[in-house]
């Protein structure tokens, strides 16, 4: 898609959904994830008079998702906020088994994408979960294809290796 006639609008409502996704899997909490979406609209505001259509606008906002993503976890390490109240869970239907399953391991998959580097995590991120080609992730984090197939080989081996720990854990409870 051309950067000529592309508004802050269009590109939020063809690629809003997505841009959420990826900073959730990026570590922002959803609690956060709409107001650092919000954040990485500020800056695609910003900064599309400037885009040149070198990469796809999905691999350019990816990039801005990436950066804003690595800030929020740079804040929220440094300032935890503690909740007074639990927020409740959301009821589900008796017999949603399958519901609890993927909520399970979609919290799971968080747990481990929180202990990657943010370099293995955003190549994880983008090429297994996304489905982005590893050109495009290449682009988006700025780095050279080989770099970006070996942060791939070495977050799948982490990823791999955690799946297993948990399996184990769960075999002896």
């Given at each position: 898609?051309?950067?000529?006639?592309?508004s802050t609008a269009d590109v939020f409502r063809q690629f809003g959904g997505f841009a959420w996704r990826v900073l959730r899997r990026?570590?922002?909490?959803?609690?956060?994830?709409?107001?650092?979406?919000q954040e990485v609209f500020i800056a695609v505001h910003r900064k599309l008079p400037g885009f040149e259509g070198r990469s796809s606008v999905r691999t350019w906002?990816?990039?801005i998702c990436v950066r804003i993503a690595s800030d929020y976890r740079q804040r929220t390490r440094t300032r935890i906020e503690a909740s007074s109240q639990?927020?409740?869970?959301?009821?589900?239907?008796?017999g949603q088994d399958e519901h609890v399953a993927v909520v399970q391991a979609r919290a799971?998959?968080?747990?481990?994408?929180?202990?990657?580097?943010?370099f293995k995590r955003a190549v994880f991120v983008l090429y297994e979960i996304e489905g982005l080609p590893m050109s495009e992730v290449a682009v988006a984090?700025?780095?050279?294809?080989?770099?970006a197939y070996s942060r791939l080989h070495a977050a799948r081996r982490e990823v791999?290796?955690?799946?297993l720990r948990l399996q184990?854990?769960?075999?002896?409870r």
């Amino acid at each position: 898609m051309a950067a000529r006639g592309l508004s802050t609008a269009d590109v939020f409502r063809q690629f809003g959904g997505f841009a959420w996704r990826v900073l959730r899997r990026l570590g922002v909490r959803e609690d956060d994830a709409d107001d650092v979406l919000q954040e990485v609209f500020i800056a695609v505001h910003r900064k599309l008079p400037g885009f040149e259509g070198r990469s796809s606008v999905r691999t350019w906002l990816y990039g801005i998702c990436v950066r804003i993503a690595s800030d929020y976890r740079q804040r929220t390490r440094t300032r935890i906020e503690a909740s007074s109240q639990l927020a409740p869970e959301p009821a589900v239907d008796a017999g949603q088994d399958e519901h609890v399953a993927v909520v399970q391991a979609r919290a799971m998959l968080d747990g481990i994408l929180d202990r990657l580097d943010d370099f293995k995590r955003a190549v994880f991120v983008l090429y297994e979960i996304e489905g982005l080609p590893m050109s495009e992730v290449a682009v988006a984090l700025e780095c050279p294809l080989q770099t970006a197939y070996s942060r791939l080989h070495a977050a799948r081996r982490e990823v791999a290796a955690a799946v297993l720990r948990l399996q184990e854990q769960e075999r002896f409870r």
